[in-house]
């Protein structure tokens, strides 16, 4: 089985991030009760005719120069036919002759190494309605049909399940970023669709698609259970047909839904209600400039400012974290880093809460750094600030004045406090004299226990190491 070689394509379809559908002024959005957001237009009434919604046209052209594509100017949109209940018109809108974009690529890194992945097409089209299956009945929501889609086709490049997880993770992170999608598999604004073909040589083998994949660790299974399907049944002497398949997340296996339908059984034809769209080099600019920093510039100019690897994965992962940190990074990129993805991060976590719900500002956070930089707060201090802060806002000096949180910087002040205690504590410094460093930590607690958590940390850590070399014990 090993001597079979995996060809894998995939079509992802994302819906659009824009405050309308794609060819009415019905509302874009996923919240709201069922077949409220729907007009005459998305339910196919008879005599309503389409509206093209530029502003989709736009964050499309976006994806298209984000994937490196030739973009095509002139825009031609045809009519898919197909009968389903979730397609009121009998017909999905959509590119079949001229997409928009076509000729991209996107590199992906496996295992640390560079892979490119060639993109067919990225094509404009129409989301259907929902169907909500429950017992023997079905329903229908109508708020998902005619929000604007893009499908972005790839080559069959790929060939192991770790380059179609890559591959989906760059993508992912790509239109989230450039606000293209919120890429939200489980609210089906991302979808997967996975071209899977086996053979023993250079030679693509017959292909089966498996339809409508829920995650992207549930790509990786459904190749390997497909691939590894495709291969039993060519070894036993049997052929593979063109299938569309989906995948059973609890048996690990794929399941046939019907015998693959060819381009012929769509009736592909021009939409004759839309009219050519030319796109001229100002619609590609003003896309082009609309495209921020993207994640791969953003990891190169963190390392660059000391930034350590697993914060800078940690920020890039969340995109609402990232911006918070671009907007602090210059009063010190390393310590700003840590306060956001150490206690922020586990604060927001533990309440299931985002940057949004909470009243901490940039502000707060400059003016914590500037405070621990300067000494005037310490690590443990401005740990129990961050709660309070973010909690109830307010201002940091405010605060540090009604906690008690005055730092001890006055060095002939904390000498006194570390000869009391190296007094009261003559075992420990005979322990440290001997060699024993966990001595140095709790002569430091008791320290920080008398100046009640004041004292200045670091500057205690070194006149305690001072005192200790010169310390008699027979005093």
Same mark, same amino acid.
């Given at each position: 089985?090993?001597?079979?070689?995996?060809?894998?394509?995939?079509?992802?379809?994302?819906?659009?991030?824009?405050?309308?559908?794609?060819?009415?002024?019905?509302?874009?959005?996923?919240?709201?009760?069922?077949?409220?957001?729907?007009?005459?237009?998305?339910?196919?009434?008879?005599?309503?005719?389409? /509206?093209?919604?530029?502003?989709?046209?736009?964050?499309?052209?976006?994806?298209?120069?984000?994937?490196?594509?030739?973009?095509? #100017?002139?825009?031609?949109?045809?009519?898919?036919?197909?009968?389903?209940?979730?397609?009121?018109?009998?017909? &999905?809108?959509? &590119?079949?002759?001229?997409?928009?974009?076509?000729?991209? =690529?996107?590199?992906?890194?496996?295992?640390?190494? %560079?892979?490119?992945?060639?993109?067919?097409?990225?094509?404009?089209?129409?989301?259907?309605?929902?169907?909500?299956?429950?017992?023997?009945?079905?329903?229908?929501?109508?708020?998902?049909?005619?929000?604007?889609?893009?499908?972005?086709?790839?080559?069959?490049?790929?060939?192991?399940?770790?380059?179609?997880?890559?591959?989906?993770?760059?993508?992912?992170?790509?239109?989230?970023?450039?606000?293209?999608?919120?890429?939200?598999?489980?609210?089906?604004?991302?979808?997967?669709?996975?071209?899977?073909?086996?053979?023993?040589?250079?030679?693509?083998?017959?292909?089966?698609?498996?339809?409508?994949?829920?995650?992207?660790?549930?790509?990786?299974?459904?190749?390997?259970?497909?691939?590894?399907? &495709?291969? %039993?049944?060519?070894?036993?002497?049997?052929?593979?047909?063109? @299938?569309?398949?989906?995948?059973?997340?609890?048996?690990?296996?794929?399941?046939?839904?019907?015998?693959?339908?060819?381009?012929?059984?769509?009736?592909?034809?021009?939409?004759?209600?839309?009219?050519?769209? =030319?796109?001229?080099?100002?619609?590609?600019?003003?896309?082009?400039?609309?495209?921020?920093?993207?994640?791969?510039?953003?990891?190169?100019?963190?390392?660059?400012?000391?930034?350590?690897?697993?914060?800078?994965?940690?920020?890039?992962?969340?995109?609402?974290?990232? +911006?918070?940190?671009?907007?602090?990074?210059?009063?010190?990129?390393?310590?700003?880093?840590?306060?956001?993805?150490?206690?922020?991060?586990?604060? /927001?976590?533990?309440?299931?809460?985002?940057? #949004?719900?909470?009243?901490?500002?940039?502000?707060?956070?400059?003016?914590?750094?500037?405070?621990?930089?300067?000494?005037?707060?310490?690590?443990?201090?401005? #740990?129990?600030?961050?709660?309070?802060?973010?909690?109830?806002?307010?201002?940091? #000096?405010?605060?540090?004045?009604?906690?008690?949180?005055?730092?001890?910087?006055?060095?002939?002040?904390?000498?006194?406090?570390?000869?009391?205690?190296?007094?009261?504590?003559?075992?420990?410094?005979?322990? =440290?004299?001997?060699?024993?460093?966990?001595?140095?930590?709790?002569?430091?607690?008791?320290?920080?226990?008398?100046?009640?958590? &004041?004292? +200045?940390?670091?500057?205690? +850590?070194?006149?305690?190491?001072?005192?200790? @070399?010169?310390?008699?014990?027979?005093?």
């Amino acid at each position: 089985m090993n001597n079979y070689k995996k060809t894998i394509g995939i079509e992802v379809h994302c819906e659009l991030k824009t405050a309308t559908k794609m060819f009415s002024d019905s509302l874009n959005s996923y919240d709201g009760k069922e077949n409220s957001h729907i007009n005459a237009i998305d339910l196919a009434y008879p005599g309503t005719l389409p /509206l093209i919604n530029f502003g989709a046209v736009h964050v499309a052209l976006k994806a298209a120069l984000l994937l490196n594509c030739d973009i095509n #100017k002139e825009m031609v949109f045809d009519r898919k036919n197909y009968f389903y209940p979730d397609l009121p018109k009998g017909y &999905q809108i959509t &590119q079949a002759r001229k997409p928009i974009g076509t000729n991209g =690529y996107v590199m992906i890194n496996v295992d640390g190494e %560079e892979k490119k992945v060639r993109i067919h097409d990225i094509h404009i089209e129409e989301d259907t309605a929902k169907s909500i299956h429950s017992g023997e009945k079905s329903y229908l929501d109508f708020n998902r049909s005619g929000v604007p889609l893009i499908e972005i086709v790839t080559e069959p490049d790929m060939h192991t399940e770790e380059e179609a997880m890559a591959y989906l993770h760059k993508l992912r992170e790509l239109f989230i970023y450039a606000d293209i999608s919120d890429c939200k598999m489980e609210e089906g604004s991302m979808r997967c669709d996975v071209n899977v073909s086996v053979s023993k040589d250079d030679t693509l083998g017959v292909r089966t698609e498996t339809k409508n994949i829920g995650s992207i660790s549930s790509v990786g299974r459904a190749i390997k259970a497909e691939s590894k399907r &495709q291969i %039993e049944v060519l070894e036993n002497g049997e052929s593979i047909r063109e @299938e569309t398949r989906r995948f059973d997340e609890k048996d690990e296996v794929t399941i046939l839904m019907r015998v693959k339908e060819t381009g012929n059984d769509y009736r592909y034809f021009p939409e004759p209600n839309i009219p050519t769209i =030319y796109l001229d080099d100002e619609d590609v600019e003003a896309a082009r400039k609309d495209i921020p920093k993207m994640p791969d510039e953003l990891r190169s100019e963190y390392q660059n400012l000391g930034v350590n690897e697993n914060n800078i994965k940690t920020l890039i992962g969340n995109r609402e974290l990232c +911006n918070f940190f671009e907007k602090v990074k210059q009063s010190d990129p390393v310590i700003t880093s840590n306060l956001l993805t150490g206690d922020i991060l586990s604060y /927001l976590n533990k309440n299931n809460l985002t940057l #949004k719900d909470i009243k901490l500002t940039v502000d707060h956070i400059i003016d914590l750094v500037s405070k621990l930089k300067t000494n005037e707060l310490s690590s443990k201090q401005v #740990k129990n600030l961050l709660p309070v802060l973010m909690e109830k806002g307010g201002n940091v #000096k405010t605060w540090m004045d009604t906690m008690g949180m005055v730092q001890i910087n006055d060095e002939s002040a904390l000498k006194a406090m570390i000869e009391q205690v190296l007094k009261e504590n003559k075992e420990s410094v005979t322990d =440290y004299k001997n060699g024993h460093d966990r001595a140095l930590k709790y002569l430091m607690g008791q320290i920080m226990k008398v100046s009640k958590g &004041q004292a +200045n940390p670091a500057t205690v +850590n070194r006149l305690l190491v001072d005192t200790l @070399e010169h310390f008699d014990l027979n005093k």
